[in-house]
């Protein structure tokens, strides 16, 4: 067998000893030991490295494309293994392990980077499209925060089955909704310097329309969405001209803005004073 994380998936493997042995680690009764334990067994040895999850709930009377569907068993199999083979592609940037964790059920194990997690939310919307595309099969998807370490397998199971379905409807936990909004800020965080971000792409990396997040991030830290982004600018912006001799033009561009009156205008509105002041002020 190949123990890598990254394993093709074979038709076989729906039914396989590793698809139970990978069902037990993600068992609310499964230990933290005993997940590292068994995972080892297939060749998964990093304890340390962050993990995400993927839950795809897949309607498989709505799959093809004529109208015998997909009744028999064998027709079943068919299009979970093209599923699987369709989400292997999808998700193939970042370490991958895809098995069924129900009967119609696709579980997919991420081993990533925390940059990486910030897209999560667009790689569940990109296997959908592609699911929808290809196989003409609908489906419920839910994601997971991110967590360190093999033993959070049955933890980060349990947050993307509570969050299937589409968020917009109201289908997310308050422990939902508070990593939500930590991806939502730790996507900000790496991306605020993009002259072109947008709130369209923020909310597509968390899975849910804008509306939707910036109300729930208005509810939840009591400023909205684009004064958070506007914050990690300003402060970023006061660190530079204090601590480097970059010119206000040249900071202004390293923060996303086309223009350095743009800059000033808001560093003023921030602080109080105009970028070229910032020093002469921390020096009194």
């Known amino acids: 067998m190949n123990t890598s994380f990254s394993c093709k998936f074979s038709l076989d493997e729906?039914?396989?000893?590793?698809?139970?042995?990978?069902?037990?680690?993600?068992?609310?009764?499964?230990?933290?030991?005993?997940v590292e334990e068994m995972l080892a067994s297939l060749g998964f040895h990093d304890k340390e490295a962050?993990?995400?999850?993927?839950?795809?709930?897949?309607?498989l009377n709505s799959a093809g494309f004529v109208d015998g569907k997909a009744s028999s068993f064998r027709h079943r199999n068919l299009f979970k293994y093209a599923a699987a083979n369709i989400a292997e592609e999808t998700v193939k940037s970042c370490q991958n392990?895809?098995?069924?964790?129900?009967?119609?059920?696709?579980?997919?194990?991420?081993?990533?980077?925390?940059?990486?997690?910030g897209h999560l939310g667009m790689t569940a919307r990109e296997l959908q499209n592609n699911l929808a595309s290809y196989l003409n099969l609908t489906c419920k998807t839910g994601i997971s925060a991110v967590s360190a370490g093999l033993s959070s397998w049955p933890k980060l199971y349990s947050e993307a089955v509570e969050n299937l379905g589409e968020p917009d409807e109201g289908k997310v936990n308050v422990q939902g909704q508070h990593a939500l909004i930590n991806q939502t800020m730790d996507y900000i965080r790496h991306n605020y310097r993009n002259q072109g971000l947008k709130l369209q792409e923020i909310a597509a990396s968390v899975f849910l329309s804008?509306?939707?997040?910036?109300?729930?991030?208005k509810k939840m830290m009591k400023t909205s969405l684009w004064d958070y982004v506007?914050?990690?600018?300003?402060?970023?912006?006061?660190?530079?001209?204090?601590?480097?001799n970059k010119r206000v033009n040249e900071v202004a561009i390293d923060l996303g803005y086309k223009s350095p009156e743009h800059f000033s205008k808001m560093f003023k509105k921030h602080f109080g004073c105009n970028p070229s002041?910032?020093?002469l002020y921390a020096n009194k």
């Open 14 to 34: 729906i039914h396989s000893e590793r698809n139970y042995i990978l069902n037990e680690c993600i068992a609310e009764s499964a230990s933290g030991s005993e």
């Open 50 to 59: 962050l993990h995400g999850m993927i839950v795809i709930q897949l309607d």
């Open 97 to 117: 392990i895809i098995f069924f964790s129900k009967q119609n059920e696709m579980t997919i194990g991420l081993q990533m980077s925390r940059k990486q997690f």
């Open 210 to 217: 804008p509306n939707y997040l910036c109300a729930l991030f």
């Open 230 to 244: 506007t914050e990690q600018r300003m402060e970023e912006g006061r660190r530079l001209i204090l601590t480097t």
């Open 277 to 279: 002041e910032v020093k």
